[in-house]
């Protein structure tokens, strides 16, 4: 038996999308064009970005990943879970302070994870 989403036939609409969709990203796969298309409920639009993130290997936008990932420490079984985001410098005077405070910031990391 198949799946009942093959099972459906497609209206001009979405015969339209799937051809438009296949010709925009190069996959030669119908049924991987009419599943992505599916999945973002034929809007072709949010389906070509997210096919072009992935190429990219970005993360998709329209469906996100639920949580971070955890780091477990099994020592203490403490569970981490932190993002790192520091601001680009701009200007002259931004990278001049990167590169002055790049060695202490270097020995601050490196002695906090010995120490860990």
Partial sequence: MAAPGNE???TQDQTEKLLQF???TGIDSMDQCRRTLEQHHWNI???V???LNEQEGVPSVFNPPS???LQVHTADHRV???VVSRPQPRGLLGWSYYLIMLPFRFTYYTLLDIFR
């Fill in 22 to 24: 296949q010709d925009l």
């Fill in 45 to 47: 639009e949010a389906a």
């Fill in 80 to 82: 981490y879970s932190y």
């Fill in 49 to 51: 970005q997210d096919r």
């Fill in 67 to 69: 949580s971070r990932p």
């Fill in 8 to 10: 459906e036939e497609l």
